[in-house]
């Protein structure tokens, strides 16, 4: 069994930051990469940010320059860095953990951004 464990959400104001954190556990046998989704109230699940276990990054379009993901491979951990926030980035966060056998959910950290 997979656990992720998420933590960092928390509320902020527009232009502020925060810094995410999911620590994965259990029976990991190989990475195929991790990363971060968000799902705001009425809107679908989207991808935030991707990191490979090579180091490989992707980025949703609307947090390019903004967000940064990384990861300590020795920890199994993946990060997320968020600055300048905006209300729109206002979402619940999911931490994905994608291994040859499936796909693997953190339980989610809320974050929330006043305008």
């Known amino acids: 069994q997979v656990h992720l464990v998420e933590s960092g959400g928390g509320l902020v104001q527009t232009g502020g930051s925060l810094r995410l954190s999911c620590a994965a556990s259990g029976s990991i046998y190989s990475i195929n990469a991790m990363g971060w989704y968000r799902q705001a109230p009425g809107k679908e699940r989207e991808l935030v940010a991707a990191?490979?276990?090579?180091?490989?990054?992707n980025y949703a379009d609307s947090v390019k320059g903004r967000f940064t993901i990384s990861r300590d491979n020795a920890k199994n951990t993946v990060y997320m860095q968020m600055n300048s926030l905006k209300p729109e980035d206002t979402a619940v966060y999911y931490c994905?953990?994608?291994?040859?056998?499936?796909?693997?959910w953190g339980q989610g950290t809320q974050v929330t951004v006043s305008s």
């Open positions: 994905n953990l994608d291994e040859p056998g499936g796909h693997f």
């Open positions: 990191i490979s276990s090579g180091g490989s990054t």
